[in-house]
């Protein structure tokens, strides 16, 4: 059912979502992941501005998605500029919604120094850079791989310690994965069935990405350019390719080494002769771990990543088992006090449980050829961010995106953008949990851009603007017939 009871004019979502971009991002000037300085003027109305821009680029995304369900869909090319209209105001405003790129910079400087950051937090470092890190994350080693970091050195050299051209280096790494991302979802999609706009929609211009990847400048888009581009290897037949990009992906987040056996299947579907499946794994494990030991040994940060993997799980990380746990405790405290101590604990060895029995059950799927491995790894990874120990809102655009590549039409894809939508709006502008009055100025601004939006469609009948029979798209198959070949290559000869 469509977002506004019609589906939408392409040309007026993309106006709406600009004015919603620009708004957040000048509202973010005040109430954003500002450096630690002098209080904020203004901070108030920079954070009513800020939600009342989020709800207004996410009522545009969704309804530009109704217009992409009615089957008069915008071409691919048309969709990466309309992503480049929406991430322009973001990419030169502060950072929003999280802290992480400041702990970034001080890794990139502890790499840079000849620091272990797997040993070292950011406080090791100390000066202006350190400041701006929050307290809980002041002593705790890096949890990312030698890829990443390798990155953040880099940026760190070329920068210098500025705290505002570090963020804008590490902006511009983000928009080259996002880059990389929005050319490989066509060829994705393509070769797994889905259409390209459409997945062009759902995982380049997901509200998720702008907030986080664009605006929080997030090191998932390096992961997910390293990801995509290895599945799109292997469906290429160059699997040992997609080894050692999956792989790289890896040396960024580890949850990204659940491609390598995605890598193993389609290797094994390209072998012939006997126990095609051992050597393909054998095959996938030996290319997997020479490009570990290679780029750990260039990079010369060492194993300690490994180790470091439990550092996003603190006693305060909220998840849904998290949750459960605390509610669990809150119960059994006045009864069993030593039960309650242990209950988060317990759930969240439960949530791990059911990860991998989830993963585990898509895997049998894929062997029955129920399930495409793209889309069952989309699935795996959304299954890991919903029962994990740690959740964050961007890390649903692991499973997302693939989703967007790869999933047939039905629930899940009906259901994707209704998820990144809410988890889009779950974060006021500064990263931290509100208190009272700042939740009520954020949930006064979105109220009242929903307001002004349902005004403006009841008193005109036209916003955000209802398709025109006869009256071509831009960029659709109304100016004449287009192969999903034609489509995916639009977006790449683009960039």
Request: proline fraction near 7%; charged fraction near 10%; include cysteine.
């Amino acid at each position: 059912m469509p977002f506004w009871g019609v589906a939408a004019d392409p040309r007026q979502c993309r106006k709406l979502g600009l004015v919603g971009s620009a708004t957040l991002a000048t509202g973010g000037l005040a109430s954003g992941a500002l450096p630690v300085g002098p209080p904020r003027a203004h901070a108030d109305l920079g954070l009513f501005l800020a939600c009342f821009g989020m709800v207004l680029l996410v009522a545009a995304w969704l309804q530009l998605g109704q217009a992409i369900r009615s089957g008069r869909a915008p071409s691919p090319r048309w969709l990466l500029h309309t992503l480049g209209w929406w991430a322009a105001p973001l990419v030169l405003g502060p950072p929003l919604f999280s802290r992480d790129v400041y702990s970034y910079l001080a890794q990139g400087a502890l790499v840079d120094g000849g620091i272990d950051v797997y040993t070292h937090g950011p406080a090791a470092l100390g000066g202006p850079l350190a400041l701006q890190v929050p307290g809980v994350w002041q002593q705790t080693p890096a949890p990312y791989g030698p890829v990443f970091l390798a990155l953040s050195g880099i940026t760190e050299r070329l920068v210098g310690t500025g705290v505002h051209a570090g963020v804008l280096g590490l902006r511009l790494v983000a928009l080259v994965g996002i880059g990389l991302l929005a050319v490989l979802l066509p060829r994705l999609a393509r070769v797994c069935g889905a259409d390209p706009a459409a997945a062009l929609w759902l995982g380049a211009l997901n509200p998720l990405l702008l907030f986080h990847l664009v605006a929080g400048a997030h090191n998932d888009a390096v992961l997910l350019a390293l990801l995509v581009a290895g599945l799109v290897a292997a469906r290429r037949r160059h699997p040992a390719w997609a080894a050692v990009l999956v792989t790289l992906a890896a040396l960024v987040k580890a949850p990204a080494a659940l491609g390598l056996p995605v890598v193993v299947l389609l290797w094994y579907d390209q072998l012939t002769g006997r126990h095609r499946l051992v050597r393909a794994a054998l095959a996938t494990g030996a290319v997997a771990l020479l490009t570990t030991v290679t780029v750990t040994a260039v990079i010369g940060t060492g194993y300690g990543w490994i180790s470091a993997l439990t550092v996003p799980v603190s006693a305060e990380s909220w998840s849904l088992t998290s949750a459960i746990g605390r509610a669990t405790a809150a119960v059994l405290e006045p009864y069993r006090p030593a039960l309650a101590q242990s209950a988060v604990t317990a759930w969240r060895w439960l949530g791990l449980a059911a990860a991998a029995t989830s993963v585990a059950y898509l895997a049998a799927r894929v062997r029955r050829r129920e399930l495409g491995v793209v889309y069952a790894l989309g699935l795996g990874l959304a299954a890991v961010v919903a029962f994990g120990p740690a959740i964050r809102p961007w890390y649903a655009l692991w499973g997302v995106v693939l989703i967007a590549a790869a999933a047939p039409d039905g629930r899940v894809r009906r259901w994707a953008p209704a998820v990144s939508g809410l988890l889009a709006v779950a974060v006021v502008p500064d990263g931290f949990t509100p208190n009272r009055e700042e939740l009520v100025i954020a949930l006064a601004g979105g109220a009242i851009a929903l307001a002004l939006l349902c005004c403006l469609r009841l008193g005109t009948g036209r916003w955000p603007g209802r398709l025109v029979p006869g009256r071509p798209v831009p960029g659709t198959a109304a100016a004449g017939p287009t192969s999903s070949d034609q489509v995916a290559d639009s977006a790449e000869h683009l960039w």
